[in-house]
């Protein structure tokens, strides 16, 4: 009996705090919980997963919580200022929606629009991948905020400047380049799951999809989905395979002055690991340097980057803003990511997550999160305004 009863109270342990609903999620890891229970495993997985062993994956979320912070006391923080200016967007808070790709296989009914609206609502930049699953005319009818759009210089250079172009038309006030998928990196989750998009049922992946009778539901009874914005073009074999068809390992530094001098707005480079690629970005005018290493699903055994963006913000030296992601989990890295150099900072599977586990609301209730949590971090350092978060708070062993 006591036996039975041990386990009953460790059960009641391991359940005490997983999150019911999204009203209930109390963090972003909560809300991933809700994902994680919400899609078949070979969707969540390939938000969930990185290349290789995936030490990049762990090592943005690790090396970000070490990041200590001090405070100042005895400091008015009545009023908390989280307003900042993102590549000529006014935004209420200093990060923004990074691009991610066909984000309705994520939430078949709402995908980019979701996100879309929650991004306006929130006053903050919504930036679209350039493969996304709804088209750029749509993403714009429900979002007349500032809006980025995310461009790789494919093989088909026209293909790139008529999407360009589709972008503008529709409202787009940003173009970000994205410079670190010369090839795709090895994620080896989605090829244990043999994932595609649009998601194909097989003998590997029947059970999931079947254990997910509400998402089942919803991909049913939604439009297919694939590459909204090159609908016009026949694509065999999906998605993926059209995205490694189209990647050119030829490219470099003159092509990104090519896409800079197509587009006549605002420009970021997104990808960049090195102070020394920092100044080549500026030098082919870019408005913003973007460091990121994809989310860890790129080069496997590549650093944190929180780790190479203080070397890189000392390079820029204000010719350029600096814009931040990887491993973003809670308020607090935001204010670290802003603290040792960076301008604005991206956020990817944290609004994902919030995507998968309850559309539009799971969006708005991750970026509630981050936005509470930041709120507090700045009164509890003593930093009532974006422009206080200087690296001085930054502990130093």
């Known amino acids: 009996m006591r036996t039975r ?9 391991s359940s005490r ?3 019911s609903s999204l009203a209930s999620a109390r963090n972003i890891a909560d809300l991933r919980e809700l994902a994680r229970r919400r899609l078949p495993r070979m969707v969540f997985d390939y938000i969930d997963g990185g290349a290789d062993d995936e030490l990049a994956l762990r090592r943005n979320e690790a090396r970000l919580r070490e990041v200590e912070l001090v405070w100042d006391a005895l400091v008015d923080v009545s009023e908390i200022d989280t307003s900042t200016t993102i590549m000529g967007a006014r935004s209420r808070l ?4 990074s691009p991610t790709a066909a984000s309705r296989l994520f939430h078949p009914r709402g995908g980019e629009c979701a996100v879309a609206r929650a991004a306006q609502d929130f006053g903050v930049v919504y930036a679209c991948s350039t493969i996304a699953s709804t088209t750029v005319e749509d993403i714009a009818r429900v979002n007349g905020g500032p809006k ?3 461009v790789y210089v494919w093989k088909d250079r026209g293909l790139v400047t008529e999407t360009l172009a589709r972008a503008k038309a529709a409202g787009f006030t940003g173009a970000i380049l994205t410079v670190d998928v010369p090839v795709a990196g090895n994620r080896e989750r989605d090829h244990a799951n043999a994932f595609a998009v649009p998601p194909k049922v097989n003998w590997r992946t029947a059970s999931q999809v079947l254990s997910r009778p509400g998402y089942l539901w919803d991909l049913a009874t939604t439009p297919r989905i694939g590459p909204a914005n090159f609908a016009h073009i026949q694509i065999d074999g999906g998605l993926i395979p059209f995205i490694n068809a189209q990647f050119d390992r030829t490219v470099s530094w003159e092509d990104a002055r090519w896409l800079r001098e ?6 970021a480079i997104k990808g960049i690991a090195t102070p020394d690629d920092a100044r080549r970005a500026i030098g082919v005018g870019a408005d913003a340097v ?3 290493n994809h989310g860890g699903r790129q080069l496997g055994p590549a650093p944190a980057t929180i780790d190479t963006l203080p070397a890189i913000a000392d390079a820029v030296q ?7 992601d990887g491993g973003v989990r809670r308020g607090a890295d935001v204010a670290a990511a802003l603290a040792l ?6 956020i990817g599977r944290a609004y994902l997550w919030g995507l998968a586990a309850g559309g539009e609301a799971g969006v708005r209730r991750a970026l509630t999160i981050l936005e509470e949590e930041l709120r507090r971090v700045m009164a509890l350092l003593g930093r009532p305004t974006i422009a206080g978060l200087t690296r001085d708070i930054v502990f130093k062993r």
């Open 148 to 150: 980025w759009f995310q």
């Open 318 to 324: 204000g010719d350029a803003e600096v814009v931040f």
């Open 17 to 19: 705090f997983i999150p």
């Open 262 to 267: 197509t587009w006549s707005g605002p420009f």
């Open 5 to 13: 009863g041990a386990r009953h109270r460790r059960r009641i342990m």
């Open 290 to 292: 973007w460091v990121s």
């Open 341 to 346: 150099g960076a301008t604005a900072v991206a």
């Open 94 to 97: 200093p990060f923004l929606i």
